[in-house]
């Protein structure tokens, strides 16, 4: 049914405003990776995807409209128009553009959505096919990858395509938005109308973009207020239902405070985000068991004795840095960056990279009796689309800012350019030089013009001990230092003031839910490890560890560790291992 009420005003293009933002993140603008296994990620990721043929990401829209196309589609998931990726790979490739300009992205980027443009039809519609299984969704990452390259890129036929295929959307998409349940857990009862409560972000983003007020209009209507309300209230329902999508429509809810200010988003996402910390999530910081979320009393416990389909990873992980920085930038809270670098770490970071032929990692499995790191068995399915996003946020979840200083979220060889103000002497770089967690020695260098004075916090995570140090030209800096809060010195710096901080990285058992305190994780720092080549720690080893999950693991139990256990992020592909123990009686 056409909503009749909602008018177009002129596009406008508007400088996203800082709103309710106490934090900002540098968007992809300025920060630069380091050599490190972050680095080569991303550089593989931006050569696949910047190596996928034009007339093969087009070719379904050319032949629906009639545009004679070339070559031969991608085939997989995207030839089949299942959850097609091609918002989600226009949008991902206007972020890798951003951070990285030296690469050829930028113009892949302004010739896709050209050539797209063409397959539009005149009433807007839009699709790879005339066949797709999720209306609602596609529409969803079409926005936000039309977002990215109006945001990033400046692409100005972005925005009039988006208003485009809006007008179709309001016109035409199924209005019934049912819930999800047990039974259905992607929620909707029409055709390709699954995951409808995800839509609001990327409107919301378009309205703040453009000024044009058919977008938040349009975002009210796609408000998920009976699964958002569980959490305002503290009486969340979520048993069963599909979990990367009812953790991406959290973010939702946080642009919704981003626009409104309605203290009641800020208080869903909150809750949810300590909901899903205290009953959801593994050690890696996945979660969704099957795609699912879990009974809150014991189901994630249970879930490893066979559920080898452990973590949606790409799509999970992109889900999670999403929610993370929204929060960080709402409250300016650090302890919000702890599920960041687990992700980081754990989730995208230890995936398989995605490979030319469409090969993707998906599920990550952390069965009790032994895991293995496997592709999909079909070419270019959703997490193929996350992956590139994800991959591309390491430029936007390392550094944070606010009026006044820097803050620095995440340990990992990189430099950021900050500009304090819009003169030639107020740009600061911060260089970082690290091998965490490995020894928990990070390294800054500064470099600015002059003399300058300002605060620069440290993110200390809520694992670490009492041990932390910090040091400025190697003396100790008198500065407060609490795990799970910002560390924040003020003073005068100048440029090749030194900061040298050390985070001992915690060797510790991390217990899957409170319901099953024996069957645990080795953990040190953020990274998971597991015992490589499918064998666990002997039964002796085992009972040694009885009665120390949380705590730091004795010395004697380290070096046993040390011996026959890896990061989970260094596992390639087939090889064996175990993540879960349980301890005996």
């Given at each position: 049914m056409?909503?009749t009420?909602i008018k177009?005003v002129?596009m406008?293009k508007?400088?996203?405003p800082a709103g309710?933002?106490r934090?900002?993140t540098f968007?992809y603008?300025g ?5 490190g296994p972050f680095?080569?990620q991303?550089a ?6 910047e190596?996928?043929?034009d ?13 004679s ?5 991608l085939?997989g998931w995207y ?5 097609n ?5 226009v ?9 990285d300009p030296?690469s050829g992205?930028?113009?892949?980027v302004?010739?896709?959505i ?14 790879y096919?005339r ?9 969803e990452k ?5 977002n990215?390259?109006?945001e990033?890129l400046?692409?100005e ?10 007008d179709w ?5 199924d209005r019934r938005?049912t819930?999800a349940s047990s ?11 699954n995951?409808w409560y ?14 044009d007020?058919?977008y938040?209009?349009?975002a009210?209507t796609?408000h998920?207020?009976s699964y958002?309300d569980?959490y305002?209230?503290?009486r969340?329902a979520?048993?069963g ?17 981003g ?23 593994f050690a ?7 795609e699912?979320?879990?009974?809150p009393?014991g189901g994630?416990g ?13 799509c999970?992980?992109?889900a ?13 809270e650090?302890?919000?960056g702890?599920?960041?670098e687990r992700l980081?770490y754990n989730?995208?970071g230890?995936a398989?990279?995605?490979?030319s032929?469409?090969?993707?990692f ?7 009796s032994g895991?293995l ?7 270019w399915?959703?997490?193929?689309g996350?992956y590139?996003?994800a991959v591309?946020d390491y430029?936007?979840i390392?550094?944070f800012h606010?009026n006044e ?18 003169t030639?002497?107020?740009i ?5 030089e690290?091998?965490?967690p490995?020894?928990?020695?990070v390294?800054f ?13 440290f993110?200390?995570?809520a694992?670490a001990g009492n ?13 407060a230092v ?5 560390a924040?010195?003020?003073?005068g710096w ?7 901080l050390?985070i001992?990285?915690?060797?510790r ?6 319901q099953?305190?024996d069957r645990v994780a080795?953990?040190?720092g953020?990274?998971?490890l597991v015992a490589s ?6 039964r002796?080893l085992?009972t040694?560890?009885?009665?120390t999950?949380?705590?730091?693991l004795?010395?004697?139990?380290v070096?046993?560790i040390h ?8 596992i390639d ?5 175990l ?5 005996p009686a």
């Amino acid at each position: 049914m056409p909503i009749t009420e909602i008018k177009a005003v002129p596009m406008a293009k508007t400088v996203r405003p800082a709103g309710h933002r106490r934090l900002r993140t540098f968007n992809y603008d300025g920060v630069r990776l380091l050599p490190g296994p972050f680095q080569r990620q991303f550089a593989e990721a931006e050569r696949v995807y910047e190596g996928l043929a034009d007339d093969a990401l087009l070719y379904g829209f050319r032949q629906r409209a009639g545009l004679s196309p070339s070559g031969e589609s991608l085939g997989g998931w995207y030839g089949n128009d299942i959850f097609n990726a091609f918002g989600q790979f226009v949008g991902g490739m206007a972020r890798m553009a951003k951070a990285d300009p030296e690469s050829g992205l930028r113009a892949k980027v302004d010739r896709l959505i050209g050539e797209w443009g063409k397959a539009i039809g005149q009433d807007g519609y839009f699709f790879y096919s005339r066949k797709p299984n999720a209306y609602h969704y596609f529409y969803e990452k079409m926005m936000g990858g039309l977002n990215d390259a109006y945001e990033y890129l400046g692409n100005e036929q972005a925005p009039v395509l988006a208003s485009r295929i809006t007008d179709w959307a309001i016109t035409h998409l199924d209005r019934r938005r049912t819930p999800a349940s047990s039974r259905n857990p992607v929620g909707g009862d029409g055709i390709g109308d699954n995951e409808w409560y995800t839509l609001a972000e990327n409107l919301y983003r378009a309205y703040e973009l453009t000024g044009d007020a058919k977008y938040a209009a349009f975002a009210r209507t796609w408000h998920y207020d009976s699964y958002w309300d569980g959490y305002i209230e503290g009486r969340p329902a979520v048993d069963g239902l599909h979990a990367y999508s009812h953790v991406n429509t959290l973010s939702s809810a946080a642009m919704a405070y981003g626009v409104t200010g309605d203290a009641k988003y800020l208080r869903c996402i909150v809750n949810a985000y300590d909901f899903l910390q205290d009953t959801q999530c593994f050690a890696t910081g996945g979660y969704g068991p099957g795609e699912r979320l879990e009974d809150p009393g014991g189901g994630l416990g249970e879930a490893l004795e066979d559920q080898m389909r452990t973590f949606e990873t790409p799509c999970g992980s992109w889900a999670g840095f999403k929610l993370s920085k929204y929060l960080m930038e709402f409250t300016g809270e650090s302890r919000y960056g702890d599920w960041i670098e687990r992700l980081m770490y754990n989730g995208i970071g230890a995936a398989l990279p995605v490979r030319s032929n469409g090969d993707t990692f998906y599920y990550a499995d952390y069965r009790k009796s032994g895991g293995l790191k496997f592709y999909h068995w079909k070419q270019w399915p959703c997490c193929s689309g996350t992956y590139p996003q994800a991959v591309a946020d390491y430029h936007d979840i390392i550094y944070f800012h606010d009026n006044e200083g820097l803050f620095v979220n995440l340990y990992l060889p990189s430099q950021v350019t900050w500009r304090r103000d819009d003169t030639p002497d107020g740009i600061v770089r911060l260089r970082q030089e690290t091998n965490y967690p490995d020894d928990g020695v990070v390294s800054f260098t500064l470099e600015i013009a002059h003399g300058a004075s300002f605060p620069l916090s440290f993110r200390i995570p809520a694992w670490a001990g009492n041990d932390v140090s910090i040091k400025v030209n190697g003396v100790d800096a008198d500065v407060a230092v609490v795990p799970g809060a910002w560390a924040t010195i003020r003073r005068g710096w100048s440029s090749g003031d030194r900061i040298q901080l050390l985070i001992p990285p915690r060797l510790r058992l991390a217990p899957i839910d409170h319901q099953h305190p024996d069957r645990v994780a080795v953990v040190q720092g953020p990274a998971v490890l597991v015992a490589s080549g499918g064998r666990g720690p002997s039964r002796q080893l085992l009972t040694q560890w009885r009665g120390t999950p949380g705590s730091t693991l004795p010395p004697s139990a380290v070096n046993a560790i040390h011996r026959q256990f890896v990061r989970f992020q260094a596992i390639d592909a087939g090889l064996p291992y175990l993540m879960y123990f349980d301890l005996p009686a």
